[in-house]
């Protein structure tokens, strides 16, 4: 048996590639290094040509360390460009392949540092984080050397003002040169990660050129999707997150769905449920094509959206629908799938198990329509086993 193992957090969270986030920075006047994405070879040589040499070819994947991992290059001329373009994309970094470049004027660098912002639950205040050891990791930094970083406790109500944020680089021991820049450079990040409702704002490396330059080189943005309502343009963000066409699907319809390797489609209502019947799937020998909590609103729109993402996975042989009715009623949920079976040509069995509020009415209101293909068992193990055997060409 296969564990199934998913982490679902309770606050759900973006995490945005370094050019969106170097994108975002610019919003809120955050210096970054000009530049542009390149989803090819000729892309890159394009994007390179018109800005003009030294460039910096950078993998975009939502990890870090990437240039220990050959994902970051310098390339001096057109042919290095390509020779370095042709090695980072495609390139494996910790289990994510790199489908995308970004290219940006190189820089020259004095001096490195590290700047975030998160926040701190525990003191129910914002945290930032600065040190003038910057470029490697921060974990790093807080093991080997804890007192290379200058911890900065935020009202939330106060805010960061530029004299705070003076004081804040002086104790960091930020170059003398580099000092103002930072500081103005830090009030604008606090900015952004309060009104860009960020959950973390990271900067690693921080640089100051040898010309007394400072600007990002790096962009580690989460933003808080609690805040998503706020923020239209975080759409643009979330079309570029997967590859993975159900997901994409099921993202236009405003399902949380994450597609699986299975055979067995599954629709719940709730996070814990879905997991649950994950486990149950597992358990009695079958395999899970994607996990789908539907959330409370059950009703014929979500479940016809429902349907209609699962059955577009080819993959798929039986759809198990297990729904506990809480405030979700279970007639409403019954109703629902007759109205999407009438919308939607579903090529599969349908195994239901419904519970809860009102599941006797929702039972009657099946029964005229039940048949070999849509059926209805009374609980979860008996509901899963039946759709595992469907798999299993019984
Ligand atoms: P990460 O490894 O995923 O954190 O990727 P970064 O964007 O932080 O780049 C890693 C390292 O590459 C940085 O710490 C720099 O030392 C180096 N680097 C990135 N961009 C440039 C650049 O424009 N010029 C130079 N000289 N080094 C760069
Ligand atoms: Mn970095």
């Known amino acids: 048996m296969t564990p199934v193992i998913l982490v679902v957090t309770e606050k759900s969270v973006v995490d945005l590639f370094e050019y969106q986030g170097k994108q975002y920075f610019e919003r809120y006047d955050i210096p970054t290094p000009v530049g542009d994405v390149a989803d090819s070879v000729e892309q890159a040589l394009a994007v390179a040509e018109g800005i003009g040499y030294?460039?910096?070819?950078?993998?975009?994947?939502?990890?870090?360390?990437?240039?220990?991992?050959?994902?970051?290059?310098?390339?001096?001329?057109?042919?290095?460009?390509?020779?370095?373009?042709?090695?980072?994309?495609?390139?494996?970094?910790k289990g994510h392949v790199v489908?995308?470049?970004?290219?940006?004027?190189?820089?020259?660098?004095?001096?490195?540092?590290?700047?975030?912002?998160?926040?701190?639950?525990?003191?129910?205040?914002?945290?930032?984080?600065?040190?003038?050891?910057?470029?490697?990791?921060?974990?790093?930094?807080?093991?080997?050397?804890?007192?290379?970083?200058?911890?900065?406790?935020?009202?939330?109500?106060?805010?960061?003002?530029?004299?705070?944020?003076?004081?804040w680089v002086h104790e960091a021991e930020l170059d003398e040169p580099a000092r103002e820049q930072a500081a103005e450079l830090l009030v604008r990040l606090y900015r952004c990660y309060v009104e860009g409702d960020c959950d973390l704002a990271e900067i690693n490396p921080l640089i100051m050129t040898p010309d007394f330059v400072v600007k990002a080189l790096d962009a580690k943005v989460t933003l808080d999707e609690n805040a998503s309502f706020r923020h239209p343009e975080w759409n643009?963000?979330?079309?570029?997150?997967?590859?993975?066409p159900r997901e994409i699907m099921a993202r236009e319809k405003g399902l949380n769905y994450i597609g699986l390797d299975g055979t067995v489609g599954i629709i719940a209502n709730g996070a814990g449920l879905a997991m649950s019947t994950l486990d149950v799937v597992n358990q009695v020998g079958g395999t899970a094509a994607n996990f789908l909590d539907i959330g409370g609103g059950a009703n014929a729109d979500v479940m016809a959206a429902a349907l209609e993402v699962i059955n577009a996975d080819p993959k798929v042989r039986v759809i198990f629908v297990n729904i506990f009715g809480g405030i979700t009623r279970v007639d409403d949920v019954a109703n629902g799938v007759l109205e999407a079976l009438r919308r939607v040509h579903i090529a599969s069995p349908i195994v239901l198990r419904l519970d809860g509020t009102n599941a006797l009415l929702g039972r009657e209101i099946l029964e005229p329509y039940l048949s070999d293909t849509l059926i209805t068992e009374p609980t979860m193990v008996e509901a899963a086993r039946r759709a595992v055997a469907f798999t299993q060409g019984a």
């Open 54 to 93: 030294p460039v910096v070819l950078k993998a975009q994947v939502k990890v870090g360390g990437r240039g220990k991992a050959g994902g970051v290059k310098v390339a001096t001329n057109a042919a290095e460009v390509l020779e370095h373009a042709n090695a980072i994309l495609g390139l494996d970094i």
């Open 99 to 167: 489908e995308r470049l970004w290219v940006e004027e190189a820089s020259s660098i004095a001096r490195e540092y590290y700047a975030s912002f998160t926040l701190d639950r525990a003191n129910k205040t914002h945290l930032g984080m600065l040190s003038a050891q910057g470029g490697v990791e921060i974990e790093v930094v807080a093991e080997e050397n804890p007192d290379a970083i200058a911890f900065l406790s935020i009202d939330p109500v106060r805010g960061l003002d530029l004299a705070t944020a003076r004081r």
């Open 236 to 244: 643009a963000f979330r079309a570029t997150d997967t590859t993975d």
